[in-house]
C-alpha cells in the first residue's frame, strides 16, 4: 500500500510540474537584488524559457509574459544550502515509522571515497517542499560519517520522480573529517593525521601504478581499489576536499595538509575558524559555518561564536552560510538558511554579504556560478519573491520558481493544517 501511494504522488507531482512549465513570466516593480550587481529599484526580472534574458530597471516586456506584480516587495536569487542530507533520510530512520535513512555508506575503517549519497536521494521526500516554499532552491547533499564519507552534488528542489529530475551536478567535492580521531578508527590526532598521509601517498602510488596494482604485483595499499580511483582527483587538485573541523588548531594542521599535497581546501564548520582568520583567508580557502549556535558541542569548538562568519568576511574569507542549530537543520530543517543568515546580518555580517553567502558565493564556490546564485542574463531562472526582507522572521517566499518554473504541490503540514479546518459534520466545539 505504501509503494502504490508514493506512485500516485509521483505521478501527481509529474503532472504539477508539467501544468507549471517553461514560460514567459515577467516579475515587476520589485526591489531587485541580483547579487552579482546593485540592488535595482522597481526592477523588472524577465523569464523565458527557464532562463533570465533581461534584468533592469527599463525592460521591455513581451505582450504574452505572465506578469507578477512585485510592487513593495523583494526579488532575489533562490538560496543555496550548502551542507544538506536533504533526500536522504525521513521519520528519523527505519527504527520509526518505516523511515529511512540513506546518509552514510559503511566504507572500508571509515573510509567511503567511492560513496555518492545523492544517488539514494527519494525524490519525494517530504521535506524538499517544505524547504522549496522557503525559499531554497538548490542544497549540497552530502554524505554523513567517518574519516572520508563521500562526494558531494548538487539538486534542485523540483517537483520529481527520479533523481535525475533534480540533479544539477556533481560531484562538486569530497567530503570528510580532519578533527575526530575516532573517524578514522585512531586513538590520537597525531595518528589520524598519519593515517590521512598514508592514505593520500598509497592514493598516489596506485595511480602512478595500476597496472602493477591489477596484476598483483604492488603491496597491500591502504583502501579498496574503488576508494583510491576516488580519491585520484582530490590528490591530483582537481576535485576541492571539504574537511569538517573546528578546533583552531586543527585548522592550520589541515592547511597545512593542503599545502603538502597541493590540495583545493574548503573548511566546514569552523566554529574556531575566526581565530585562524588571517591564515584561512591566506591560504584562500572557502569556509562553511552557521551563525546560529554559540554553544560549544564538545571541547574542539570552546570558541564557537556567532560572530564567526561575519569575522572571517572582515578578513577575507569566503564564507558560505550554512546551517548550525539546533532541530536537524541539514534535512528537516533546511529552509532554516535564512535564518542563519539574519542571524549573521544579527552578528555583524553586513546584510549584502548574507546574502550573498546563501547565494552567489556557494553557487561560484561549488563550480555552478554561471548557472545560479545571481539574477543575471543566461543564468537558470531560480528565483523568489518576497513580502518583504527575506531574513525578517515575518517575511514569507510568495513566489518560488526554480528553473523557471512554479510548483503547487503542498507540504505535509499544509494538508494537515487544511483537513482541520473544516470540521466533519455534527462536531460540537468544547
Not at 562526494?151 to 580532519?178: C, H, K, N, Q, W
Not at 554579504?353 to 537558470?380: F, K, M
Request: aromatic share 8%.
Amino acid at each position: 500500500m505504501r509503494a502504490t501511494t508514493f506512485l500516485r504522488l509521483a505521478a501527481l507531482l509529474a503532472v504539477t510540474a508539467r501544468l507549471a512549465g517553461a514560460q514567459t513570466v515577467a516579475i515587476t516593480g520589485g526591489t531587485v537584488h541580483p547579487v552579482s550587481g546593485p540592488k535595482i529599484e522597481n526592477g523588472t526580472v524577465l523569464i523565458r524559457d527557464g532562463k533570465i534574458v533581461a534584468v533592469g530597471a527599463n525592460v521591455a516586456i513581451p505582450a504574452d509574459a505572465q506578469r507578477i506584480d512585485a510592487s513593495g516587495k523583494w526579488v532575489t536569487p533562490g538560496f543555496i544550502n550548502s551542507a544538506t542530507t536533504l533526500g536522504l533520510n525521513e521519520a528519523g530512520g527505519p527504527q520509526f515509522s518505516g523511515g529511512y535513512n540513506d546518509v552514510s555508506a559503511n566504507g572500508t575503517n571509515g573510509i567511503a571515497a567511492s560513496f555518492e549519497a545523492w544517488r539514494g536521494i527519494n525524490p519525494v521526500n517530504t521535506y524538499i517542499i517544505p524547504a522549496r516554499q522557503e525559499g531554497v532552491t538548490s542544497v549540497a547533499v552530502a554524505g554523513g560519517n567517518g574519516m572520508i564519507s563521500g562526494r558531494i552534488g548538487v539538486i534542485d528542489l523540483v517537483d520529481a520522480t527520479t533523481v535525475a529530475e533534480l540533479f544539477r551536478s556533481g560531484p562538486v567535492a569530497m567530503a570528510g573529517d580532519y578533527g575526530n580521531p575516532g573517524n578514522g578508527s585512531t586513538g590520537a590526532r597525531a595518528e589520524y593525521w598519519a593515517k590521512w598521509r598514508t592514505l593520500f601517498d598509497d592514493v598516489k602510488a596506485y595511480a602512478a601504478r595500476r597496472a602493477a596494482y591489477e596484476q598483483g604485483n604492488s603491496r597491500d595499499l591502504a583502501a579498496p581499489r574503488s576508494e583510491l580511483e576516488a580519491l585520484i582527483p582530490v590528490v591530483n587538485g582537481q576535485m576541492p576536499l571539504a574537511l569538517n573541523v573546528d578546533r583552531a588548531s586543527d585548522i592550520i594542521a589541515a592547511l597545512a595538509f593542503a599545502r603538502e599535497y597541493s590540495l583545493k581546501l574548503w573548511i566546514t564548520s569552523g566554529a574556531e575558524a575566526w581565530m585562524v582568520a588571517k591564515e584561512i583567508a591566506a591560504a584562500k580557502v572557502p569556509v562553511f559555518t552557521g551563525a546560529m549556535n554559540n554553544i560549544p558541542q564538545d571541547f574542539g569548538a570552546l570558541g564557537q561564536r556567532q560572530e564567526n562568519a561575519a569575522m572571517l568576511r572582515a578578513a577575507g574569507v569566503t564564507v558560505v552560510l550554512v546551517g548550525n542549530g539546533p532541530g536537524d537543520e541539514a534535512s528537516f530543517n533546511v529552509r532554516n538558511i535564512r535564518q542563519e543568515a539574519g542571524n549573521a546580518v544579527a552578528f555583524g555580517l553586513p546584510w549584502d554579504e548574507a546574502l550573498r553567502a546563501i547565494t552567489l558565493a556557494p553557487a561560484e564556490v561549488l563550480g555552478i556560478g554561471g548557472e545560479v546564485g545571481s539574477l543575471a542574463v543566461g543564468r537558470d531562472a531560480n528565483v523568489v519573491v518576497w513580502s518583504g526582507d527575506p531574513f525578517e522572521f515575518g517575511s514569507v517566499a510568495e513566489h518560488v520558481f526554480v528553473r523557471g518554473r512554479t510548483f503547487t504541490s503542498k507540504s505535509r503540514q499544509q494538508m494537515l493544517v487544511e483537513r482541520y479546518l473544516t470540521l466533519p459534520p455534527g462536531y460540537r466545539r468544547p
